[in-house]
């Protein structure tokens, strides 16, 4: 049997290694490795390629799903929430991350303008207005047009796409 804990790390060390980030994604489906993926961020300029993403990404193309509900996914460390976002959207039966944020932080640092994994999910919880990235609501009547042509051509009823049973 696969130790698809170990495959991670290695994936997440090979990556360091090669000039990358120390994160790691293995989602596995019936035994099998589904997807995997090193985080991409310094080698793509592309803050979004982290290693949940791409494997999510990869994983979902391949289904042809936007759902992962029988795969479990192993993570090198506990998700930001960018990564936290996307792993409860396709709502995969569990996921295995290997090691905290505090037992990692005197190793490795997140430190951009607005965002620091130590803080960022008591920033997440604030109002958008209370928060420190700068946002500001400009509403647009012809907005809300977009959600009702969506309700219009799914039948007319507010629903959300049908999450598969395991």
């Known amino acids: 049997m696969t130790d698809f804990a170990q495959r991670t790390i290695d994936l997440a060390r090979r990556n360091v290694a090669e000039g990358g980030r120390p994160f790691a994604t293995?989602?596995?489906?019936?035994g099998e490795v589904l997807a995997e993926s090193a985080n991409k961020v310094a080698q793509?300029?592309?803050?979004t390629a982290h290693a949940e993403i791409l494997a999510i990404r990869e994983a979902c193309i391949k289904l042809g799903t936007e759902h992962l509900v029988d795969s479990t996914i192993y993570v090198m460390a506990h998700p930001c929430p960018m990564c936290l976002g996307s792993l409860y959207y396709c709502?995969?039966?569990e996921v295995v991350f290997l090691i905290t944020r505090e037992a990692y932080e005197q190793y490795y640092l997140d430190d951009r303008k607005y965002f620091?994994?130590?803080t960022?999910?008591?920033e997440f919880a604030k109002s958008w207005d209370r928060r420190r990235l700068p946002m500001?609501?400009?509403p647009q009547v012809g907005a809300v047009d977009v959600y009702r042509f969506w309700n219009e051509r799914n039948g007319g009823q507010r629903r959300s796409t049908v999450v598969p049973s395991p």
């Open 26 to 30: 293995v989602i596995v489906k019936d």
């Open 44 to 47: 793509t300029n592309d803050p």
């Open 91 to 93: 709502s995969p039966k």
């Open 116 to 118: 620091e994994v130590s």
């Open 120 to 122: 960022f999910y008591d």
């Open 136 to 138: 500001r609501y400009q």
